[in-house]
């Protein structure tokens, strides 16, 4: 019954990010080194010089293109992920030799927040939903055009089962 799960999962995301929209995080206060005028790396951000939670990271639209490796959260994951335009202007999320295990009804979101393994934070389901994630090992999904505004730091794989919304794996840029 796969046709009862998909609005289950809506409802539930929605559910989700209505009760976590309380959970953001305030801006936080220029460091010294940002006052003084420190300069920025060159080049762009990758999955091994992601930025650390509240720093400032610019929109994902001036930052392309991006390069990441899945890490596994709650289930083991491998694969890598890229972000870029293409020759007719559009952005797509690319995912090569993909694999989540194990994945209950996994879907992509584009998300604000990084993540680590360890990391003690509920699932982060605040973001851009950009589709279920198949069991192919190459796939791409359109980026909208809203999300090209947003700080985006991570590339997340979530599931929906019993007990809930589970992070499953990510991607950090």
Known sequence: MTMNRVPRAALLLAGLALALTAC????PAPTASAASGAAAPSGP???SSASTPGSAVEPLGERLPLTGA???LSADAAGQVSIDRREDGTVWVTLTGVTVTPAYDPFLLLSERSFAVDSPRPPDILGTV???LTAESEQSFPVPDDALASPVR???VLGTGDPGTSRLAAATF
């Open 130 to 132: 950009l589709g279920p």
């Open 70 to 72: 899945l890490t596994g």
């Open 154 to 156: 991570s590339l997340v």
């Open 24 to 27: 953001t995080e305030p801006a």
């Open 45 to 47: 951000p990758t999955a």
